[in-house]
């Protein structure tokens, strides 16, 4: 329910971004200009932006967790298997 809930923050965080860094139709260079892009941007910027900022969860959650020692693990593995 927690990701659910970030993922709805960052997406209506992520269009109100996209929206701002958006030119005007009118006003907008090169392809930009084109209606069916600008509406392809508008709509494909946050989602890109979401699998960007989960990346960087995971990448943060990994670097803060602290790892443990190979011979950790076989001790909990065999503490587990003796159960």
Not at 39 to 68: H, K, N, S, Y
């Amino acid at each position: 329910m927690l990701t659910f809930l970030f993922s709805c923050l960052f997406l209506i965080l992520n269009s109100a971004l996209i929206s701002k860094l958006m030119p005007p139709l009118e006003s907008a260079p090169g392809l930009l200009g084109r209606a069916g892009v600008n509406q392809a941007v508008l709509f494909v910027g946050p989602v890109i932006l979401i699998f960007l900022e989960w990346w960087l969860v995971d990448l943060v959650v990994a670097l803060l967790t602290p790892r443990q020692q190979p011979e950790s693990r076989d001790a909990d593995r065999e503490t587990r298997d003796a159960r």
